[in-house]
Structures are given as structure tokens and as C-alpha cells.
């Protein structure tokens, strides 16, 4: 039976895949390629924070709709008998927890950092928050790190085979 219905939704199966990789490749283009060129490029760290902290936000709200999207499909394929799915379906669900504090707790709170150190008129790593600043950096950081490893897992469990 599970193979059965395993050729019945290949497509789903495949656009599921195909979605995935692309969200997931978007995710280290971001991080890995993108941003250090932009600060390896501008030479005002502030504006190519504030350029990455803008990519980043959208990288936050793109995850959080990948995300939901691949989730409810996932269910659909787990009522349909494809099992193998349960475990993609805690990944995504991991992927999105740590796709919603970066959007709902990190980048706001280092942006508004940022904006009252330019009230102040000094760039935010001149700033009396600096010190914040650079921990919730890091704590950012460190989610990227594991939302990036979930995604690489994501995708390994996606394209073994489970016939």
C-alpha cells in the first residue's frame, strides 16, 4: 500500500522537492554569498548591515510562507499514507521556529538598536548598545546556523528513497 500511494502522488512529492531546494538554496545564497559580498563591497558597515538586516527580514518572511505552505502540504501527503513525511513535517516545524524569531524578535530588536544609535548620531557598534547589539547578533546568527543545517537535513530526507 505505501508504495502504491507513494507513485500516486510522485508529483506532489517532486513540486514538494523542487519548492525546497529552491527555498532552501535562497537561504545559503543569503547568508553565505550575499552578505559577506555586501560588506566585503560597501565600505560603510552600517549601511551593508542595514542592507543585509533588509535581506534578512525577507528571507524571515519568505521561510515563514515557504514554510506553512510545505507544512500543510505535508500533512495532506502524511493523510494519504506517505509516512516518511512525519519526520519533514518536524523539520519544517523547526525550520519556522527559527524563521520566526529572526523576523518577530531578532531583526526588530536590532533595528530598533540601530535606529537609536543613528538618533544619537553614531553608527550602533559606537553605540552604548554595541554590546547588545553584537550578542543578538551572534544569538541570530546562531539560528541562521541551525535553520541552515535543518534545511540541508530537509532536503536530504526528501530525496531518499522511501519506496
Known sequence: MQISSASNYLGAQRLFTLVTGLWVGSIFTSAYLVAPTIFSTLTDRQVAGMVAGSIFRVEALISTIVCIALMVLANLLINRGLSHFRII???LLGILLCALTALLIFIPWMNTLR???LLQGMPVMLSPSAGLFSKLHG??????LIQSAL?????????????
Open 89 to 91: 513535517r518536524w523539520l
Open 115 to 117: 535606529d537609536e544609535a
Open 139 to 144: 544569538a541570530s546568527s546562531l539560528v541562521y
Open 151 to 163: 534545511g540541508l537535513y530537509l532536503l536530504w530526507q526528501l530525496t531518499k528513497n522511501h519506496h
